[in-house]
């Protein structure tokens, strides 16, 4: 009889801790995959909202040195040819990195534009991305190329670039009423523009 309470105890005693043992491993081998996978990904989401705010910021002070340094002209007696050659050198630089910067936001939109839950921020990334890559990719020249890029960024950095509690009920609205004022000007930038090209793109993937 004292054998068969032994036994039985000792059963139950394995049988937890078997049961533990296979619960921790099917938690293991299921669920912590899963949540790593999740972390993962939230992870990488935030990260390409890091980089396309870093490539706004990238865009907005390259075109100010852009705009504020302008190549000199053929003929002015106080530039020598060796400074006017390393200004267009500098200037170049800056167009590259804005080239980038453009070519990273379009590349990568689905990355970090789907993880905005309103619809109007997501058109609103989208239209700006598009017509920002049509922007450099066109046939306009170098300055106004700087004066567009940083004229359609202004709006979108006031939205995404800055803190909740610097947001007021009106600043979305205006943001996006000066977005769609940059693209109209860009229509209106001369024959060689992307502008309907942009929207076209920017209509097939909302």
């Known amino acids: ?6 036994e039985t105890l000792l059963i139950a005693v394995v049988t937890a801790v078997v049961s533990a043992v296979v619960a921790g491993v099917a938690t293991g081998v299921l ?17 390409a909202r890091d980089r396309f705010l870093a490539s706004m910021l990238k865009i907005m002070s390259a075109s100010a040195r852009m705009r504020a340094m ?5 003929g002015d007696p ?11 050198t500098e200037r170049a630089r800056w167009m590259k990195q804005m080239d980038e910067a453009t070519e990273w936001m379009v590349d990568n939109i689905e990355t970090y534009s ?5 619809a109007v921020l997501r058109e609103m990334v989208g239209t700006y991305a598009a017509y920002a890559r049509a922007v450099v990719i066109s046939e306009r020249t170098d300055d106004r190329k700087a004066k567009h890029l940083a004229r ?4 979108v950095w006031e939205v995404f670039g800055s803190r909740a509690w610097q947001r ?12 769609a004022e ?3 000007a860009l229509g209106e930038d001369g024959p060689h523009s992307d502008a309907s090209d942009a929207r076209s793109s920017v209509a097939a993937n909302r």
């Open 182 to 184: 940059a693209v109209d």
């Open 114 to 118: 789907l993880s905005w839950p309103a």
């Open 78 to 88: 106080d530039c020598t040819d060796v400074v006017r050659d390393r200004i267009r």
């Open 168 to 179: 007021g009920p009106r600043l979305l609205p205006r943001s996006i009423q000066k977005l």
């Open 70 to 74: 302008n190549e000199p002209a053929a």
């Open 152 to 155: 359609l960024t202004e709006p």
């Open 31 to 47: 669920v912590v995959p899963r949540m790593e996978a999740r972390k993962r990904r939230i992870g990488e989401v935030h990260l």
């Open 1 to 6: 009889m004292q054998t068969g309470v032994w």
